[in-house]
T-cell receptor, first 114, second 108 residues
Framework: GAGVSQTPSNKVTEKGKYVELRCDPISGHTALYWYRQSLGQGPEFLIYFQGTGAADDSGLPNDRFFAVRPEGSVSTLKIQRTERGDSAVYLC?????WGTGEAFFGQGTRLTVV | DAKTTQPPSMDCAEGRAANLPCNHSTISGNEYVYWYRQIHSQGPQYIIHGLKNNETNEMASLIITEDRKSSTLILPHATLRDTAVYYCIVDSSYKLIFGSGTRLLVRP
C-alpha cells in the first residue's frame, strides 16, 4: 500500500545509546509530523515539518531529540543518550499540506530503552 | 489551543448507534472539530471533521451544536471492529493536540 511507513517497527536499545527512527510519508505529502505515545495516553506532539523545514519543534522534550527531513520526503527522528523514560511508541503522520484536516498515521515504532 | 472534554469510556451493543460526546466550550471561531480513532496497536485514523455544519461520510456523522461548544460523533451501526479509543480535537492550524479520548467498547 501507499500509506505512511515507519521503520523499524520495534527497537530495543540500551540506556545511553543513540537511535534513529525512520518515517516514509505518503508520496507528495508536504506536511510531516512526529508524535510520541506512552501507554494509556493520547499521542503527544513532537515536531512538524512543512517541506524540508521544521515549522514547529516545540514538542521536542529536550536537546537529545532531533529530527530531519533533508529532501522533503523521508524523515528521521534521532534520539541521543537514550533514557528509560524515552520508551514509548513513536508515531509519524503526513498530510497533503497546511491545515488540510486529515493526517495519515503510520503504525509507529515501539522504542524500548533497557 | 482549545481543550476538549470527553468521557473516559463508553460502551454500546453491536448494531446499535454509538454516540460519543465532546465538550469544547472554549473553541474559537476558526477552529475545526476533528475526530480520530485508534484501534489497539495501530496509529490513529482520521474519521471526520467539521467547522459549523453537520458532516457525514462513510464512517460516521458529526453533529456540532449551534454555539459550537459541543459535538457528537455518531457511528450509526457499531460493529465489534469499532472498539477503539476515540479522540475529539479542536484545531485551527497544523497541530493536532490529542487528549485522553473515549474508550469505546462495542459489545456482541
Amino acid at each position: 500500500g501507499a500509506g505512511v511507513s515507519q521503520t523499524p517497527s520495534n527497537k530495543v536499545t540500551e540506556k545511553g545509546k543513540y537511535v534513529e527512527l525512520r518515517c516514509d510519508p505518503i508520496s507528495g505529502h508536504t506536511a510531516l509530523y512526529w508524535y510520541r505515545q506512552s501507554l494509556g495516553q493520547g499521542p503527544e506532539f513532537l515536531i512538524y515539518f512543512q517541506g524540508t523545514g521544521a515549522a514547529d519543534d516545540s514538542g521536542l522534550p529536550n536537546d537529545r531529540f532531533f529530527a530531519v527531513r533533508p529532501e522533503g520526503s523521508v524523515s528521521t527522528l534521532k534520539i541521543q543518550r537514550t533514557e528509560r523514560g524515552d520508551s514509548a511508541v513513536y508515531l509519524c503522520a503526513s498530510s497533503p499540506g497546511w491545515g488540510t484536516g486529515e493526517a495519515f498515521f503510520g503504525q509507529g515504532t515501539r522504542l524500548t530503552v533497557v | 489551543d482549545a481543550k476538549t472534554t470527553q468521557p473516559p469510556s463508553m460502551d454500546c451493543a453491536e448494531g446499535r448507534a454509538a454516540n460519543l460526546p465532546c465538550n469544547h466550550s472554549t473553541i474559537s471561531g476558526n477552529e475545526y472539530v476533528y475526530w480520530y480513532r485508534q484501534i489497539h496497536s495501530q496509529g490513529p485514523q482520521y474519521i471526520i471533521h467539521g467547522l459549523k455544519n453537520n458532516e457525514t461520510n462513510e464512517m460516521a456523522s458529526l453533529i456540532i451544536t449551534e454555539d459550537r461548544k459541543s459535538s457528537t460523533l455518531i457511528l450509526p451501526h457499531a460493529t465489534l471492529r469499532d472498539t477503539a479509543v476515540y479522540y475529539c480535537i479542536v484545531d485551527s492550524s497544523y497541530k493536532l493536540i490529542f487528549g485522553s479520548g473515549t474508550r469505546l467498547l462495542v459489545r456482541p
